[in-house]
């Protein structure tokens, strides 16, 4: 069972996606290194966490899911449905 409230960093993600991998269905997470060697505030990390969350809700409903950065470094993560 996944925490309900992550804590500061990215790093639970990768175990969401490996437990969702190991479950049947191939999911591929990259994440900049530099993303996983620092802290961010809790709202960030959950936020992450649940975006990822959905995408592989997702991904299990037989659709493809993309989470990228928005251009221009405005700290946004878009969706896209591939």
């Known amino acids: 069972m ?20 190991a479950a049947g269905r191939p999911a591929q997470l990259t994440l900049d290194p ?3 060697e620092r802290s961010f505030p809790p709202e960030i990390s959950t936020t992450v966490h649940r ?14 899911t ?4 928005s251009p ?3 700290g946004r993560i878009h969706s896209r449905a591939l």
Do not use: I, K
């Not at 996944?2 to 991998?21: I, K, N, W």
């Not at 993309?66 to 950065?69: E, F, I, K, N, R």
């Open 34 to 36: 530099r993303l996983t």
């Open 66 to 69: 993309m989470l990228y950065p």
């Open 72 to 74: 221009g470094g405005s």
């Open 2 to 21: 996944a925490a309900t409230r992550p804590g500061g960093d990215l790093r639970p993600v990768r175990g969401l996606v490996e437990t969702f991998s």
């Open 51 to 64: 975006l990822v969350q959905e995408a592989l809700t997702n991904c299990r409903a037989g659709g493809e």
